[in-house]
Structures are given as C-alpha cells and as structure tokens.
C-alpha cells in the first residue's frame, strides 16, 4: 500500500479532511505518500508525460467532476492499485521489507526527477520548510518501512484495517502540535478504534490464549501489528507536517524529499542488518518494480479524485483499500479473515468514517 499505501505507499496507502487543504496518505501506501492539492495559481504547474498529462502535475483543480461518480470511481480504483501494491509485497519471497522499501524508493526517484526539472521547482525546497520537508521524508519512509514488515508478518487484512487507524492518531498530533479542536466525538472515535486494534490482536491477557484463525505465529502477528500501528502513527504525523506546510510546498517536491532520504536509509538498515540480497526469481524482480509503479498509480488517480469530488466522499470510499484486502487474502492466499479481524475491521471502519464525517462537516462551516 501507499503505506498504507504505503501504501504506500496508500497508499491508501490517512487523511486531511478539510477541503481547502484536503491530503491523504497510501494504508500498504500504506505510507506512504500523500496527495496535496495545490491552490490555485501556485507555482510550478505544468504538465508532466510521467504523470499522465494534468492529473498530478495538471492546471486548475476542478470543483466539480466531468461526469456523476467519476472522483469516486477514481478513488475505488486507486484504492485496488494500492492493493494490488500490498499484493505484490506479500507476495515477493525472501526479500527484507527494507529492501522492497529501498526498491520502491529507486523506481518512483526515476519518476519524479524528470518531473521535477520540468516544473522548475528545484530540489530543496523554499528555505522556511526545509525543515519539514526533511522530517516528511524520514517519517515517511519509516511509515513505508513498517508498513511492508507488517504486510510480511501478518495477514493483509490486519496489517490494512490497523493502518486505517491512521486518521484518529492525526487528529491527537494537530490538537497537540497545530492546537486544532480535539472534542469528546474524537474521543470516542479513538476508543473505537483502539477497540477494534484490540480485536485483531487480541491479547492473551484479554482473550487467553486462543489464536485460531491464524497462519503465522502469535509473536510473528504481534510484530506485525506492531509495525502497522507504528505506520499508522508516523503517517499521522507525516499528515500533521504536510498540514502545517499548507500549499507552499510542490507535492513532487514533497515525494522528493521522501525517496531522497528513505533511499539512503534503507541502504543503512539494509547493511546494518546483513539483510540486502537480490532475489533469485525472475518474478520477484518484477514484483519490485511493479510495487512502485502500481503504488504511484495509484497516487495518481487519489489525486485525481480528490480534485474532482468532495472531500468527505473519497474519504470514506477510500476504505475500499480494506474490502481489496479482504478479498486479496481469501482469493490469492486461501486465508478466510476471522470474526475478531472482522469486528475488528468495523470498528476501524466506523471510527474513520465517524472521524471523517465530523471533520468534513467542521470545514464545510
């Protein structure tokens, strides 16, 4: 995912749910990256032939979309991109996360260079952001990291319903940090979905020691969901650092800055650990390149959408990334999801859309 891609790349993978300044992060993008649309008369717009013509690097957002339903087919088929992304990393054999991170980073700097050089933004950015811009990066790329160790570990549906817990965990960092209004509705949308995080892992002190249901071990599962939560977490904030730079700050320039630094960081790790190795299967390679070309598809169709429909609608659709995992497990893995992940999954589910909701609406004031 767009991590969550994340997921992420999803990514989708996390989301800004005021429209003047709507983003949002990749669950398997989960991480991932997130949209920013910029406003109107910004500078450095322009077309872009990696992005296909206006989309990403296209004019003037539209209010309104071409033709009833478009921005929510759009936002249905980047949330099956950023899937099919979750897929692949699942699917790739003895690679380390880290090394399908570093991969990742490779194939979307290809991109976003020649995109880049033709919007004449430059590649460090304007000189009061510099310093956001480099924490987006690093937390970013972390999110990315964590985000495919937790798709290794656990089932894709657990690893993608945790990692939607990411708009609660932004709404405590901007009452912290942006002094945004934290009320007793955000309160309990957390409990819920601390509740249902609480499901899927189900901790032997709360449920015993039952662990039916599962393919990989406890203390693998638990990893696993430690690292989505941990996505979860370092999406939120890479959400609240993108808020904090408004609309100053190019998007490309903003995924620059992520795979510029989570490059060289996976190659750190990667040494650190003694994990880098290729993989010996044809297929696998072309799983890797697949993983950041999909995931940057499906960025592409995110941003698209959230230019041509309400914010609050492509939000909520956005939880199509949890039905695609579903469906991905059972079909692809013959790993029907437990009842505990699938209450779990409607408590995440319920607390996002309640969140989103009462966001969209608080903007819409």
Known sequence: MEPPESAAELAAEEVELQEPELQFADPASPGEEHVDVEAEGAPGRGRCWPCGGAWVCGSEAKKKAPCPGLGLFYTVLSAFLFSVASLFVKKVQG????EISA???VVQMLVIIPCLIYRKTGFIGPKGQRLFLFLR???????????YYAFQTTSLADATVIA???PVFTSIFAWIFLKEKYSLWDAFFTLFAIAGVILIVRPPF???SDTSGMRESY????????AAIGHAVLAAMTLVILRKMGKSVDYFLSIWYYVILG????????FAIGEWSLPYCGLDRLFLILIGLVGLGGQIFITKAVQIEKAGLVAIMKTMDIVFAFIFQIVFFDNVPTWWTMGGALCVVV???GATIRRWRQGSK
Not at 219 to 226: A, D, L, M, P, Q
Not at 263 to 270: F, N, Q, S
């Open 164 to 166: 939607f817990s990411c």
């Open 103 to 105: 991969f990742r980073c």
């Open 263 to 270: 490059l060289p960081e996976t190659i750190v790790i990667l």
């Open 137 to 147: 990066g690093i937390f970013g790329s972390c999110a990315m990291i964590l985000m």
């Open 95 to 98: 690679v380390h996360a880290v």
């Open 219 to 226: 203390s693998e599962h638990v990893k696993g969901t430690v």
């Open 206 to 208: 709360i449920f015993g």
């Open 351 to 353: 607390s996002t859309t």
